[in-house]
T-cell receptor, first 116, second 113 residues
Framework: EAGVTQFPSHSVIEKGQTVTLRCDPI?????LYWYRRVMGKEIKFLLH????????ESGMPNNRFLAERTGGTYSTLKVQPAELEDSGVYFC??????????????FGEGSRLTVL | AQSVTQLGSHVSVSEGALVLLRCNYS??????LFWYVQYPNQGLQLLLK??????LVKGINGFEAEFKKSETSFHLTKPSAHMSDAAEYFC???????????FGTGTRLLVSP
């Protein structure tokens, strides 16, 4: 069974440009999460999808970030325009929809974003 | 608000030595507690978790952690380190009502021969 896959693994862009990160969750996982780790700090929650619906987007930094989940399958996270402080590693995670939250998430390897 | 503190961004041990990675949390409600591990060039994976019940939790690869409510701690231990344990370890706390994890800053474990 394929794990969570993220693309690209590394992106280097200029300040003001646009970048789109993609995440393919494990097949059948209704829950999809985005997290971000900036400069060796803690991994911070960005948002949570249940199927195609945004369940919680309280961690999104500002309106330069837009997340979508088409048809409840893969998800994209667009940053437009990118700023220097957006540099970091963006992790996607998924989990099955089960009765009761278990907290066990399946993470991808992350997409490293560098904004120059 | 919940928070997690991991003491020591780097911990170095010799192969065969005891591994102790410290984690303290703050939570206003009974927490769910987790340790995740990230090996080089891989995603994070769950090492072990505490939800309810027995306070000593065993995980994969010989690791275990003990939930101590009075100390608000969830330290991770392994009796004998192996070279393959070299990785970054993250402690996290979660609340069922919100379905999200709050992570600590991570501790990189270095194992020397």
């Amino acid at each position: 069974e394929a794990g969570v896959t993220q693309f690209p693994s590394h992106s280097v862009i200029e300040k003001g440009q646009t970048v789109t990160l993609r995440c393919d969750p494990i097949s059948g996982h209704d829950n999809l999460y985005w997290y971000r780790r900036v400069m060796g700090k803690e991994i911070k929650f960005l948002l949570h999808f249940v199927k195609e619906s945004k369940q919680d987007e309280s961690g999104m930094p500002n309106n330069r970030f837009l997340a979508e989940r088409t048809g409840g399958t893969y998800s994209t996270l667009k940053v437009q325009p990118a700023e220097l402080e957006d540099s970091g590693v963006y992790f996607c995670a998924s989990s099955p929809r089960a009765r009761g939250w278990t907290g066990e998430l399946f993470f991808g390897e992350g997409s490293r974003l560098t904004v120059l | 608000a919940q928070s997690v503190t991991q003491l020591g961004s780097h911990v170095s041990v010799s192969e065969g030595a005891l591994v102790l990675l410290r984690c303290n949390y703050s939570s206003s409600v009974p927490p769910y507690l987790f340790w995740y591990v990230q090996y080089p060039n891989q995603g994070l994976q769950l090492l072990l978790k505490y939800t309810t019940g027995a306070t000593l939790v065993k995980g994969i690869n010989g690791f275990e952690a003990e939930f101590k409510k009075s100390e608000t701690s969830f330290h991770l231990t392994k009796p004998s380190a192996h070279m393959s344990d070299a990785a970054e370890y993250f402690c996290a706390v979660g609340e069922t009502g919100f379905q999200k994890l709050v992570f600590g800053t991570g501790t990189r474990l270095l194992v020397s021969p």
